[in-house]
């Protein structure tokens, strides 16, 4: 059984993963960690979660960590180096890697005798070409603080890669796909041949798509402009741009759902929202199936891309010259693929399992 544990400044989210029997399902989340009507702190929060396991035996802890910089580009077994090498990685994430930090430390107090392997959201695009990851800023200033193109929803992407590829009936190698992660946080990834060549997160989760409460792509003068007409500092633009953008800053929802509610009730700014999400998914497509040159596949994954037939066929409409197209009864049913037979591009619905992915690495690892 391995153990996997997604830790957040406040929470902690666990799941029990048995590789041999996938429809077990033993997962938890605790909230509140530090505050009042909650556990005093994360070593409080592991003994809730192995308390609640009633015994049942832990082989290793997987801990998804959002940010592995340039050195951590693989699942990695952690040991006190690897633990300090991660404290100096927290200004890359200072919103996620703490959190996941702290995790790892309250498990491995709690679980001494079982192996820890931190598993990175960045990690599978550490195989992005250097003309994709690099920013054309100042060469040293880029070196000196590791600023270039890292992505993220990594583990995601990797897993339903796999489970496209599956569906799909050919090996990863053989297939050229864009992956569409499109939950709250949203991201557009090229993968060729298994290896993720383009990806639209950047240095931070920031870069890319409209999100739920993130802007995405922003002319990067925004920042200074809103600091000399509007006089607000760094730390305002920073919460202006992270929490109170895309979806919410249009339409005062980031929840798809209530999001499309008000669209179908003709709300202006909910529409407005919607074609917006839309058109930069679309255009995100066209740039990838340039960067690929052929694309055999788009796989729509994560809370929306699973779930939102109405975001599926806006994204993609318009595109059948390029012979992607989506089957109206197809999608509407949630059915795997939901291009017409015959199409040049599958497009396809994958659903995600980060935690299985997690787990899945965390066990190849120790295999090796």
Not at 69 to 77: D, K, V
Not at 217 to 244: E, I
Request: with cysteine.
């Amino acid at each position: 059984m391995i153990l996997v544990l997604n830790s957040g400044s406040s929470s902690v989210k666990y799941r029990v993963v048995d590789l041999t029997d996938p429809d077990h399902n033993t997962r938890g989340l605790i909230e509140k960690i530090g505050e009042p009507g909650g556990v005093a702190d994360h070593t409080a929060a592991i003994g809730q979660v192995l308390a609640g396991l009633g015994g049942v035996p832990i082989d290793a802890v997987g801990h998804r960590i959002v940010h592995g910089g340039p050195r951590f580009t693989r699942p990695t077994l952690v040991d006190d180096t690897v633990l300090a090498a991660l404290h100096e990685l927290v200004p890359l994430a200072p919103l996620h890697n703490p959190g996941g930090i702290i995790g790892i430390e309250a498990a491995r107090a709690a679980l001494p005798s079982v192996p820890h392997v931190a598993v990175f959201d960045t990690a599978f695009h550490a195989t992005l070409p250097p003309a994709a990851s690099t920013y054309a800023i100042d060469r040293d200033l880029a070196r000196r603080y590791d600023i270039r193109r890292f992505g993220f929803h990594g583990t995601s992407c990797a897993y339903v890669t796999g489970r496209a590829a599956a569906l799909l009936g050919r090996a990863p190698e053989a297939l050229n796909l864009i992956v569409l992660h499109l939950g709250n946080g949203a991201s557009a990834t090229a993968v060729r041949g298994g290896r993720s060549v383009e990806t639209s997160m950047g240095l931070t989760p920031l870069e890319g798509l409209v999100m739920g409460t993130r802007s995405g792509d922003l002319d990067p003068a925004v920042g200074g402009y809103l600091h000399r007409v509007a006089g607000l500092d760094f730390a305002a633009v920073d919460d202006t741009l992270q929490r109170h953008a895309g979806l919410l800053g249009l339409a005062g929802v980031n929840d798809m759902r209530a999001l499309l509610e008000r669209r179908a009730a003709g709300d202006p700014d909910a529409t407005l929202a919607f074609e917006v999400y839309c058109h930069r998914i679309r255009k995100y497509v066209g740039a990838y199936h340039a960067v690929l040159g052929r694309l055999d596949a788009i796989v729509f994954t994560a809370g929306v891309g699973e779930h939102s037939p109405e975001v599926r066929a806006a994204a993609l409409s318009g595109l059948d010259g390029w012979g992607i197209a989506v089957d109206e009864a197809r999608n509407a049913a949630n059915e795997q693929v939901i291009s017409p037979d015959g199409g040049r591009v599958t497009v396809c619905v994958v659903p995600t399992d980060e935690e299985r992915s997690i787990a899945e690495q965390t066990a190849a690892l120790l295999r090796a």
